[in-house]
């Protein structure tokens, strides 16, 4: 079945570590997104790809990076995490830019 | 600036009635509008898609799109318990480099 998934699904981790969220989708989708979402409030876009080598800035790049090695996984890293990474983050794939997102089931992270 | 609003609510409903949830937005070449429905504690879920003014309509879920007054609703009819949960509008700007413009959802209550 078609799915995209994010590993891990909680994480607590001390500041100044290094952390990279995992997402992988067999969609086949060509665009996949990092969004971060504070409860109440609206998404915000960290970084977006286009495809295969190809990965962009959002509004909200948050000291975050993003990789897209092969067209099923786009993992964001954080380098050195803060209080203020504390949030829920979201992949998204999509088969046209924008377009009917479908999601993972997010990763909640707390940074101490 | 590009902005989408919604009231936050909650919105509260009972079980068997009509919820009408509404939604503006800033930007005049906004092209295509969507609905998420966001469980809480979930991710959020494409329910309903809007790209011509007028009306569609999937099932108990009807999306209104009104160009010349910026807004975009979404009318639940035969309001379910399962339906309690927040409701988040998005809105594809093609002179954004197609990205989406989130707002910060509606909380929606249905009371049987």
Aim: glycine share 8%; hydrophobic share 30%.
């Amino acid at each position: 079945e078609a799915d995209i998934y994010q590993t891990p699904r909680y994480l607590v981790i001390g500041t100044g570590k290094k952390i990279t969220l995992e997402c992988s989708q067999t969609m086949g989708h060509d665009k996949m997104y990092w969004y971060q979402q504070d409860p109440g409030m609206e998404l915000h876009l960290i970084h977006y790809s286009y495809g295969v080598n190809s990965t962009e800035k959002g509004d909200l790049s948050s000291e975050s990076t993003v990789s897209r090695i092969r067209t099923e996984h786009f993992p964001l890293t954080l380098e050195s995490a803060r209080p203020s990474h504390t949030s829920q983050y979201l992949c998204a794939s999509s088969e046209f830019l924008g377009e009917k997102l479908f999601f993972g089931s997010g990763t909640q992270l707390s940074v101490l | 600036q590009k902005e989408v609003e919604q009231n936050s609510g909650p919105l509260s409903v009972p079980e068997g009635a009509i919820a009408s949830l509404n939604c503006t937005y800033s930007d005049r070449g906004s092209q295509s509008f969507f609905w998420y429905r966001q469980y809480s504690g979930k991710s959020p879920e494409l329910i309903m898609f809007i790209y011509s003014n007028g009306d569609k309509e999937d099932g108990r879920f009807t999306a209104q799109l009104n160009k010349a007054s910026q807004y975009v609703s979404l009318l639940i009819r035969d309001s379910q318990p399962s339906d309690s949960a927040t409701y988040l509008c998005a809105v594809l700007l093609m002179d954004s480099n197609y990205q989406l413009i989130w707002g910060a959802g509606t909380k929606l209550i249905i009371k049987p």
